[in-house]
């Protein structure tokens, strides 16, 4: 699926940061984004799993900050289960660039929240990959989060099963 996404970015290099769209369709197209990744931000802290499956394409592919995969029915499924409750989850220094019918977000999140497993707060980076559907309509595709280490240069404790969308 990365390779994929790669190759499809490498293909539509000629469009990089949105040079080949119209200001307006690019300013438009950021606007979108920016609703899609509040949408996120509220699923995740609501468990909302209708909104985060509106959101979510089919072939969804995850990589959590602890490198592990998690498809659409699995990250829908924890997110129903309610075993992870995130309470914070602040946003910011989001960059949106746009390639072709692709858009390429990346953000540092500040998160609070647990797990059965214990605590997952903490701050993180993380990109999102957009790709508009034959509908016209914005779908996530991939998502891939890594947890930023603390000032002494340690990560904190590791939970076994946490949401991949902090």
């Known amino acids: 699926m990365a390779a994929s996404v790669l190759l499809l970015v490498a293909r539509s290099a000629p469009l990089q940061a ?6 307006t369709e690019r300013h438009e197209s950021r606007h979108e984004i920016d609703q899609l ?14 909104v985060m499956n ?3 394409a089919d072939d969804y592919m995850a990589i959590t900050a602890y490198g592990t995969l998690q498809t659409k029915d699995e990250t829908l499924a ?4 309610g075993r992870v409750h995130v309470t914070t989850l602040d946003v910011s220094d989001r960059k949106v660039r746009f390639y ?12 609070q929240g647990t797990t059965p497993e214990g605590d997952l707060s903490g701050d993180y980076r993380y ?4 790709v508009r559907d034959p509908h016209g309509n914005w779908k996530i595709v991939n998502f891939e989060a890594s947890k930023i ?11 076994a099963d946490h949401l991949v969308h902090p």
């Not at 924890?78 to 289960?81: A, H």
């Not at 072709?100 to 998160?111: D, E, F, M």
């Not at 280490?149 to 939970?159: A, F, L, T, V, W």
């Open 18 to 23: 949105g040079r080949g769209m119209p200001r």
């Open 37 to 50: 990744e509040d949408e996120w931000r509220d699923a995740v802290i609501k468990g909302d799993t209708a």
């Open 54 to 56: 509106s959101l979510l």
């Open 78 to 81: 924890l997110l129903r289960s």
């Open 100 to 111: 072709g019918t692709t858009a390429l977000v990346t953000s540092y999140a500040q998160v």
């Open 127 to 130: 990109t999102r990959v957009y």
């Open 149 to 159: 280490s603390q000032p002494d240069g340690r990560k904190r404790q590791e939970p």
